[in-house]
């Protein structure tokens, strides 16, 4: 519904406009290729493996815990083994609380790193669009399916590394 709605509006604006110039860029291959991003996609996963170290650490706890209370189980009494249990249970759903917590703080560490360079790489593309008299620039990556159709147009790619290269 999105891409008919889309294509729709480019119809009507190119029929309201002879003058109007449609180009289309490739943003996941340009953001790949920004050294800002590699260096963001770096420093996430930096920050991915501390996690993940800490929550083997705490995994590792817990299994010599269970493994402990098994061994301990014919020589302990039950209520001594009903509170290991339930310090187990702790420590296991502590596990999970940390785990969300880690994923949400990447996901906020991902932001704050990515939102700039996806703001340069906007600002070059405006500046090329502008630069060509381009009235409309419509993404041509994959991953976001906008164009289906891409003979002829201008393709701004070269254009907006170039840009980005000063």
């Not at 340009?30 to 050294?35: A, D, E, H, K, T």
């Amino acid at each position: 519904m999105k891409k008919i709605a889309l294509i729709a509006a480019l119809v009507l604006a190119s029929a309201a406009s002879a003058q109007s110039i449609v180009a289309h860029v490739n943003v996941d291959s340009l953001l790949v290729q920004m050294p800002e991003y590699k260096q963001a996609q770096e420093a996430l996963q930096a920050e991915q493996a501390k996690f993940e170290s800490e929550a083997k650490e705490m995994n590792a706890e817990l299994e010599k815990g269970a493994q402990a209370l098994q061994a301990n189980a014919a020589t302990w009494t039950e209520l001594r083994q009903r509170q290991e249990q339930t310090r187990l249970q702790e420590m296991y759903n502590n596990i999970q609380e940390y785990m969300q917590g880690a994923q949400g703080q990447l996901q906020q560490k991902e932001i704050e790193l990515i939102t700039p360079v996806l703001e340069k790489l906007q600002n070059a593309i405006n500046a090329v669009a502008e630069a060509k008299k381009v009235s409309y620039v419509l993404d041509a990556s994959q991953s976001k399916g906008q164009v289906i159709f891409a003979k002829g147009g201008m393709n701004l790619g070269a254009d907006v590394r170039a840009y980005l290269a000063k």
